[in-house]
C-alpha cells in the first residue's frame, strides 16, 4: 500500500513537474509572442519613418571588398529626389544607375565610411550625369551588418537661391547708385559703399541712426511729412533731397523709397535707392540759362537788327538828301557849305557804327591788336573835352574835366588810339542821357593802376539792367519809343577794350539821379623811356613818318585809293598808285625805293593773293599789308599764305593804318 502510495506520489510530483514545466513554456511563449510583436511595430516604425522622411535614404551591400556598392533599399524621397523607380534600382550597382558618382566624390566616402567605420558628412556639390543634374548634400555611416546608408538632400533650389542672393548682394554693393535699408521706424540697417563714397559716411557710423543726419535744414518739414504718409501707406516715393555730406558739403539727390512687406503684408523694412544728381542739376540750371540768355539774346538780335537798320538808314538818308540838294543851282554858299557839313556828320555817325561792329567782331576773333605807346593821358582829356564841349554847351550843361596827374606824371604806355576810344565813348553817352545839371570826367592814379571816371546826372540805369548794358546790342531803352540813338555796341566794345588794356570797368548809378562809370588801365610810366619805342613824346601823329616815304597803294576802287592817298599825304608820304596787282608787280620792279605796300586783294586782272606772291619772290623782305572787306579767319589765311605781312579790314581806320605802316618803317 505504502509502496503503491509511493508510486502514486511520484506521479503527482512528476506530473506537477510537468505541469510547471508546461506553465514555464506557456510563459516563454507569451513572451516571444510579445516580443515577435514589438519587433513587427518597431520594424514598421522604422519603415515608415523611412518611407516618409524628407531626405532621400539609399542602403547599398558592399561588393568586391568595397570595390562597388549595389542598392538593397530606396526611399520614396530618394525616388523623387533622382526621377527613378526604387523597382528600377534595387540590385543595381551605384556605379551603373550614377555613373558620376566618382566624379562627384561620394564612391570615395563611401569606400572610407566601409573601411572605417566613421561616418562622414559630404557637403553641399554639383551632381551631374545625363540623366540626373543637381546640388546634393549627403550624410553617410555604416550599418552594424555591413550595409552603407546613404542620407541625402537635394538642395539645388537652395543653392541657386543663395546664388541670386549672392548677386543681388554683388549688384546692390557695386551699385552706382546709393543703396540704404532701414527698418521700419526708419532707423539704418545697412548702406552700400557707393553710399559711403557719396556722403563720407560708412556703416558702422549711420547703423542704427535715421536718415534724418543727411538733412540740409532747406527742406521743409511738410515734405518729409508727405514722403512717411506715402512709403507708410505701401506706395512708392519718388523725388529729390538737398542733403548734406559728412564734410558739410550740399549735394542733390534724386531717390526711389519703397516698402519692404513680408507674407502676412506687414511693412518690415524699407529700401532708398539714391542717385547723386548735383551735376545733372547744374548742368540742367546752365541749360534753362542759356535758353534765357538763347532768348534773350534772339529779342536783342531783333531789337538790334531794327535799330541798326535805323541808325544806318538815318545818316544815309542824311548823305543822299544834302547831296541830291547839293546839286541845286540857286544854293548859297552857306548853305552848301551847312549842308557839306551835315553829310560829313552823317558819314562820321555811320563809319562809327560800322567801325564798332568791326571792332567786336576783330576782338572776338582776336584779330584785333594793341598799338602801346608813349601817352599822354592829360593831352587825351584835353582833347576830348576839346571836342565835345561844343556839344555839352548846346544842351546848357556844365561840362568839365579833371586831370589827376601833371604833365610830367601823365606820360604812360598804352593804346592811346583805344584808350581814347573808350573814354569818347563813355562822355559821349553822359551827354546823349543828360537833359540837365553836369557831366565831369577825368582820372586819378589808384596804386599801379590809373582810374577813369565819367559821372553825369542823367536819366540813370535800373538796377536790373546795370549787369548787363555791357552786353552786345543792350541799352537801357530797347523798345521802338527810345528817345536816344545808338545800335548798343558802343559799352560792350568799351568793355572789351579795357580788358584788352589790362583793366576792368563798372557802373553805379541811381534811376533818375545820374549814373557814374569807372575803369581801370595799368600805370606804365616806368615804360616811358624805354628806348625800344620809336615815337618820341614830343612829336605827334603827323611828324611820325619820314618825309617822303615810298609807298605803293594798290586798290581798283578809284575811291578807295584817293582815300588812301589823302591819309597818307597828310603824313608826307610819296604815294604811288596801281590799279590792279599786275600794275603793282610792274611798279616794284621799276621803283626800288618803294618801303610798304598796301595791298587790296579782290582785284581784276591779277588779285593781291598772286600779286602779294609775285611781289614776294621779287622782294621778300618788302612789306604788303592787306586791306580787304572780307577778314574773315580763312580770308586772313589766305593772305598770310601769299606772304602778307599784315591783314587790315576795310574800312580801314587811319590810326591803325599808320601804326601798322610805323612797325615797318
Not at 189 to 201: C, I, M, R, S
Not at 272 to 288: F, P, R
Not at 536 to 563: K, Y
Amino acid at each position: 500500500m505504502r509502496d503503491e502510495k509511493q508510486a502514486l506520489s511520484l506521479q503527482f510530483a512528476e506530473l506537477e513537474a510537468l505541469r510547471l514545466k508546461v506553465a514555464q513554456l506557456e510563459s516563454v511563449g507569451s513572451i516571444c509572442k510579445a516580443t515577435t510583436q514589438k519587433i513587427r511595430e518597431s520594424e514598421e516604425r522604422f519603415r515608415q519613418l523611412f518611407e516618409n522622411i524628407s531626405s532621400g535614404v539609399a542602403v547599398y551591400e558592399v561588393l568586391d571588398n568595397g570595390n562597388d556598392f549595389v542598392f538593397r533599399d530606396f526611399n520614396k524621397s530618394a525616388e523623387k529626389i533622382e526621377t527613378i523607380a526604387r523597382k528600377d534600382v534595387i540590385g543595381k550597382s551605384v556605379l551603373q544607375l550614377f555613373p558620376g558618382v566618382k566624379e562627384f566624390g561620394l564612391f570615395d566616402v563611401f569606400q572610407r565610411v566601409w573601411r572605417t567605420g566613421q561616418p562622414e558628412h559630404h557637403p553641399v556639390s554639383m551632381y551631374e550625369d545625363e540623366r540626373v543634374v543637381g546640388w546634393r548634400e549627403n550624410y553617410i555611416f555604416k550599418l552594424p551588418d555591413g550595409d552603407i546608408v546613404a542620407v541625402y538632400d537635394d538642395v539645388t533650389r537652395e543653392k541657386q537661391f543663395e546664388e541670386k542672393l549672392k548677386t543681388i548682394n554683388k549688384a546692390i554693393e557695386q551699385s552706382p547708385a546709393a543703396v540704404v535699408i532701414t527698418d521700419r521706424e526708419g532707423n539704418i540697417e545697412y548702406v552700400n559703399p557707393k553710399f559711403t563714397a557719396l556722403t563720407g559716411y560708412t556703416l558702422e557710423e549711420v547703423s542704427g541712426k535715421n536718415p534724418r543726419i543727411l538733412q540740409s535744414g532747406e527742406m521743409l518739414q511738410d515734405f518729409y511729412q508727405r514722403l512717411w504718409q506715402a512709403i507708410l501707406s505701401g506706395k512708392e516715393w519718388r523725388g529729390e533731397f538737398l542733403n548734406r555730406k559728412k564734410n558739410g558739403e550740399l549735394y542733390w539727390e534724386d531717390a526711389s523709397i519703397s516698402p519692404v512687406i513680408n507674407e502676412q503684408g506687414r511693412i518690415t523694412n524699407f529700401v532708398a535707392v539714391k542717385e547723386d544728381i548735383t551735376e545733372k542739376k547744374k548742368l540742367w540750371g546752365q541749360l534753362i540759362d542759356a535758353k534765357e540768355k538763347a532768348e534773350e539774346s534772339d529779342r536783342l538780335k531783333s531789337c538790334f537788327l531794327a535799330n541798326i537798320s535805323h541808325e544806318i538808314r538815318t545818316p544815309m538818308n542824311g548823305i543822299l538828301g544834302f547831296s541830291k540838294l547839293l546839286r541845286e543851282p540857286l544854293l548859297s554858299g552857306k548853305e552848301k557849305e551847312q549842308y557839306i557839313e551835315l553829310i560829313h556828320e552823317s558819314g562820321k555817325r555811320m563809319l562809327s557804327i560800322i567801325n564798332n561792329l568791326i571792332d567786336i567782331s576783330r576782338i572776338e576773333t582776336g584779330e584785333l591788336s594793341l598799338y602801346p605807346d608813349k601817352t599822354s593821358v592829360n593831352k587825351i582829356i584835353e582833347k576830348i573835352h576839346a571836342d565835345f564841349f561844343e556839344q555839352a554847351q548846346e544842351k546848357n550843361l556844365t561840362f568839365s574835366a579833371e586831370a589827376g596827374l601833371s604833365a610830367k606824371e601823365s606820360l604812360i604806355v598804352t593804346d592811346k588810339v583805344r584808350l581814347s576810344q573808350v573814354l569818347s565813348h563813355l562822355v559821349g553817352n553822359a551827354l546823349k542821357y543828360t537833359r540837365e545839371g553836369e557831366v565831369v570826367f577825368g582820372y586819378r592814379k589808384e596804386g599801379e593802376m590809373l582810374e577813369f571816371y565819367v559821372r553825369d546826372t542823367g536819366i540813370g540805369i535800373p538796377d536790373d539792367q546795370q549787369g548787363k548794358i555791357f552786353e552786345h546790342f543792350r541799352q537801357v531803352s530797347l523798345d521802338a519809343t527810345r528817345e536816344y540813338e545808338g545800335a548798343g555796341l558802343g559799352l560792350s566794345l568799351s568793355k572789351k577794350l579795357v580788358e584788352m588794356l589790362g583793366g576792368t570797368i563798372r557802373v553805379d548809378s541811381i534811376p533818375g539821379k545820374g549814373s557814374s562809370f569807372y575803369f581801370t588801365i595799368p600805370y606804365d610810366s616806368h615804360l616811358v623811356s624805354n628806348p625800344l619805342l620809336k615815337q618820341d613824346m614830343q612829336e605827334d601823329a603827323n611828324g611820325m613818318f619820314f618825309s617822303g616815304l615810298p609807298v605803293l597803294v594798290v586798290d581798283d576802287d578809284s575811291i578807295s585809293r584817293l582815300l588812301l592817298k589823302g591819309i597818307l599825304s597828310n603824313q608826307k608820304v610819296n604815294v604811288i598808285l596801281a590799279k590792279n596787282g599786275k600794275e603793282a608787280v610792274e611798279k616794284v620792279q621799276k621803283v626800288p625805293d618803294i618801303r610798304i605796300v598796301l595791298m587790296d586783294m579782290k582785284m581784276p586782272v591779277m588779285n593781291g593773293y598772286e600779286a602779294t606772291s609775285r611781289i614776294k619772290e621779287i622782294r621778300p623782305e618788302l612789306p604788303v599789308i592787306a586791306q580787304t572787306a572780307f577778314a574773315d579767319p580763312e580770308e586772313k589765311a589766305a593772305a598770310k599764305k601769299a606772304g602778307c605781312d599784315v591783314v587790315l579790314a576795310k574800312p580801314i581806320n587811319s590810326s591803325e593804318l599808320l601804326a601798322e605802316i610805323q612797325r615797318y618803317v
